[in-house]
């Protein structure tokens, strides 16, 4: 057994392997890709995979909330982009032997987060298998008012805002992330994001992702970073860098003019710099990179 | 434990719960989804899930198989909707420590089908489970020359011909099946098919979807279904109906003229009929009903 890669060690080996797709619009490495159909239309798509003892505990949990944060957390990708949900796709592995109670189930989770943020089923395929509940689902959605947003587009300069407080969510809150959907076509509406992303890994380890792709680096004031109420009270910080699955919304964009209210509650947490001034920290005692600690999907 | 469903049971569970996507064109139940994005624009989008031990054997296949084989059956529902490949997604769940060198495999697997094909990789999303490898794809195309071809749209009187022999495949062709996309083009180009589908889950299975989409019976003749030459001596017809894994196309068609050749090799294996009428096997016997005893993903 060779060395586990990282997550982003795997975007990157695919990345190698493939050219652009003709249509494509971001390349590997965003939270969606944006692809041309057509003479005039444009679709958004991604893929989000979720596995019972990884993403959440299916036994605990029961099916219905694995299937409600299946899809939610695939719409906070269409979120990320600014875009609006069209449809999605289940891919299903079920625990052999296939249980009917536990797929109708899931069936209703997703059908609940389906009504409430408008994305309908498309079709999909399940299986049993020796292993763990898995749900794969691919998200479909149609460009917002801004067009194709992405990790790509901040610039030396913009504020970093986030659209909620970070932290704590494994006490509960990630089985319920609200995919910040609404916040985002209106963030757009206002043609404010220059990039944007959503936080699924942890400000720590996503923000690094958002800084590759637009080439910059960034400052983040700790004693601006919003903490959520679900923190306890030791090492506040840490969980609000590092804890993962908030599902709040990084967005880079120019600062506001004084006295201006965003269209939807920001929270700024820093700057964009140069690329060569690194990812750092600002605290009291100084200014140190910032570690990425957050959640490594494929760490063991 | 309730019953286990079948895979067909699945699907109406979750077509029962989800209202029809605004831009959705076809529904639940056909090999994709065909989906309105803007003005002008229709992208074709289907999910295929595999699962070591199930559709594969990684440790006798290796990695790079397993992606050739995953990349293939998602084109091969495109091939069936006549479509064109834009390019896919990925969702995989490597097993516990995630090794590098089998995502590399896999990786190099399914750039060798994506070239092959012309179906290059939109992104994906990666984890590690404790459990199988699951490979989940979702690939997109645009519409072919007649656009959205779909399960629904065969007619009684239709001649139903496949694109090549069946049965056998487990003797090892299952690893690496030749998604029809050429020969569905080809078809749809000299305006051919009425309805189409691919065959994954043995004729016996899939024929019977064909015809509950297109409201019609039918009746194959067992004389004319072409055999897989890896079909052993016994039994052949029944492997033909029943082994699944084929991933020929199964086309309803108007009767060609007398004379004429198809664009591509057909093999006429029966007739379209009234819904009335059934789905029967017609020998030397007489008639009797086709048991769909193909390969359910949902069965222990």
Same mark, same amino acid.
């Given at each position: 057994? /060779?060395?586990?890669? $990282? ?6 080996a ?31 798509? $991604? ?39 069209l449809?999605f ?19 209703d ?7 409430r +943020?408008?994305? =309908? ?28 947003? $992405?990790?790509?587009?901040?610039? =030396?300069?913009?504020?970093? $805002? ?6 704590? /969510? ?22 404010? =994001? ?50 993962g699955?908030? +599902? ?9 003019? =004084? ?42």
């Amino acid at each position: 057994v /060779s060395p586990a890669p $990282s997550e982003d060690e795997w975007i990157e080996a695919i990345a190698g392997r493939f050219e652009r797709a003709p249509g494509a619009l971001l390349g590997i490495g965003h939270d969606t890709e944006a692809l041309r159909v057509g003479e005039e239309g444009t679709c958004i798509v $991604s893929t989000d995979v979720l596995v019972d003892g990884r993403h959440f505990d299916l036994a605990a949990c029961g099916g219905r909330a694995a299937g409600r944060k299946a899809l939610a957390v695939n719409l906070s990708d269409l979120a990320a982009a600014a875009s609006r949900p069209l449809g999605f796709l289940v891919g299903a592995v079920l625990p052999r032997p296939a249980d009917r109670a536990l797929f109708e189930a899931l069936a209703d989770g997703m059908a609940e987060t389906a009504r409430r +943020y408008g994305c =309908p089923c498309l079709g999909g395929d399940t299986n049993a298998g020796d292993g763990p509940l898995v749900l794969a689902i691919t998200v479909v959605g149609a460009p917002g008012p801004m067009g194709v947003v $992405s990790r790509k587009g901040a610039r =030396p300069g913009d504020v970093l $805002s986030v659209t909620g407080p970070l932290g704590g /969510s494994r006490r509960g809150r990630h089985l319920d992330p609200v995919p910040r959907i609404a916040e985002a076509l209106a963030l757009a509406e206002a043609r404010l =994001p220059h990039a944007m992303m959503d936080l699924s890994d942890g400000l720590s380890r996503d923000l690094p992702r958002l800084c590759a792709m637009s080439g910059v680096g960034a400052r983040i004031d700790a004693a601006l970073v919003p903490v959520h109420e679900d923190v306890g009270a030791e090492e506040r910080l840490a969980h609000a860098l590092h804890d993962g699955e908030d +599902y709040e919304l990084l967005v880079a964009h120019a600062p506001l003019a =004084p006295g201006a209210a965003p269209p939807v509650p920001l929270w700024p947490v820093g700057r964009v710099t140069a690329a060569a001034d690194g990812i750092v920290l600002a605290t009291g005692e100084g200014e140190a990179p910032i570690e990425p600690r957050g959640w490594d999907h494929l760490a063991d």
